[in-house]
């Protein structure tokens, strides 16, 4: 096992890490920018290291830092949680050659699967559905053309190097494609260098549920049931379930077998996520895997009574696993607090939080790096917390939730608890009723 890990991400995720290390004995390192000084992954790790200023591309994202961190610390192994560098391919390889355990996906599955293209080819010769479209790259306009016009439209165009909805348009007619693909291929240039698109038909209407999987070093993949993520803005998840109120056992048991099949066909070590999107017919397609953690795995831990993160480690230290497969017990729910205005278009709401109390109570938990005097910075995503709650129904899960948002206080910034309060005593969502497009008719 690991003597030291050092945890290369900063917020609620470096925390959440670090618990999990000290309850399996492991030494921490903290790394944290000149903004994080006073975060609480960095009091409790057993060692911290400024790895640069306020912004990302600074700090966080800068590779040689951190592995000078790991360096001067002799940590073994590093966990990068989710966002940063957890997916980031040269990171995985470098720490490689510098004999530091990434505990994460290879550089070459990383690769594999972040190129969406390239994801997709792979994932059709293993057998698991994909949405209609482009077999890979679209080289040309009027390649892209030709392809809307075999699949029919409406149809999506997205970067291939893309992810947090940039780079994507929907072109729901012939005459609308040539500005869209411009457009898509500005935005994916700008944001990841890269301004290479593929073409999806776009299903009207689905549900976005994705399977959490777990492979090890001897080739063994097992699933551990789905979490519905379709309720989101921008393509930013806002609230996400396990199990999905839209499952049923022998959907579930086929997008299971689907997401094994996807872990083995790259050859999977890790927690991972294969995500699908599910028509109302329930059939399935694959959109993406996530090489890493994700935001949302408390809600598969409380279902399944796992510690991912431990999983995690264990797998990255080469230990076995059972290959079981794992079902629902119990019905679980995250609602992610933003420090962000939801009156206001969502605008982030930086600032110094001057009073705090957390919700408490059986099956209540918290996930968050925040207390009462902390100042939010401006540089990071606006996440700040996490808030799950577990029963034994759906029913419960959501009164459980109200209730624990109507404690939640969080004063001197604006935060999304509005509109999650809101969200629970919604008819459609109290139904289970709800696609990926629920917030464009949702009021608060």
Not at 230 to 237: D, E, M, P, T, Y
Not at 240 to 265: H, N, Q, W
Request: hydrophobic share 40%.
């Amino acid at each position: 096992m690991f003597k030291k890990i050092l945890i290369a991400n900063r917020g609620e995720i470096a925390l959440r890490v670090l618990r999990t290390c000290k309850e399996m004995g492991i030494k921490t390192v903290a790394v944290y920018s000149e903004a994080d000084k006073d975060s609480l992954h960095v009091n409790f790790a057993d060692e911290a290291v400024c790895i640069g200023p306020p912004s990302g591309a600074e700090s966080y994202l800068k590779i040689p830092n951190i592995i000078s961190a790991a360096e001067i610390t002799n940590a073994d192994a590093i966990h990068p949680g989710y966002g940063f560098l957890s997916e980031n391919e040269q990171f995985s390889k470098i720490c490689l050659e510098n004999k530091i355990k990434f505990i994460g996906a290879s550089s070459e599955m990383i690769k594999n699967m972040g190129d969406k293209a390239n994801a997709k080819s792979t994932m059709k010769n293993a057998g698991v559905p994909v949405i209609p479209g482009s077999d890979g790259i679209i080289e040309t306009l009027e390649d892209a053309k030709e392809i809307a016009k075999e699949i029919g439209y409406p149809v999506m165009i997205k970067a291939s190097a893309g992810g947090g909805g940039k780079g994507m348009r929907v072109v729901n007619k012939a005459n609308e494609l040539s500005s869209a693909w411009s457009s898509a291929k500005k935005e994916a240039l700008a944001g990841f260098g890269n301004d290479d698109m593929y073409m999806e038909k776009l299903l009207i209407d689905p549900r976005h549920i994705e399977i959490q999987i777990i492979g090890d070093s001897k080739g063994r993949v097992c699933h551990l049931s789905e979490r519905d993520c379709s309720i989101q803005r921008r393509h930013q998840k806002l609230l996400e379930e396990a199990p999905s109120p839209f499952m049923t056992d022998k959907l579930r048991e086929a997008m299971g077998k689907a997401a094994i099949k996807a872990g083995e066909a790259v050859k999977y070590e890790g927690v991972g996520t294969i995500e699908f999107l599910v028509d109302k017919n329930r059939k399935f397609y694959f959109m993406e895997m996530n090489t890493r953690i994700q935001v949302e795995h408390p809600v598969t831990e409380e279902v399944i009574n796992y510690d991912l993160i431990r999983e995690q480690i264990k797998v990255a230290a080469g230990i076995k696993i059972s290959g079981k497969n794992y079902t629902p017990d119990l019905h679980a729910i995250e609602c992610r607090i933003n420090a962000e205005d939801p009156f206001n278009n969502f605008m982030p709401s930086p600032g110094k939080i001057t009073n705090l109390y957390l919700p408490g109570g059986h099956g209540v938990r918290t996930d968050t790096h925040v207390y009462s005097g902390y100042v939010i910075p401006p540089y990071y995503d606006s996440m700040i917390a996490k808030l799950i709650t577990v029963a034994q129904t759906r029913e419960e899960a959501i009164a459980k939730m109200h209730r624990a948002l109507s404690e939640f206080v969080i004063e001197g910034v604006k935060t999304t608890i509005p509109f999650h309060l809101k969200l629970m005593k919604n008819e459609s969502f109290v139904k289970g009723d709800y696609t990926i497009n629920f917030m464009e008719n949702f009021k608060l």
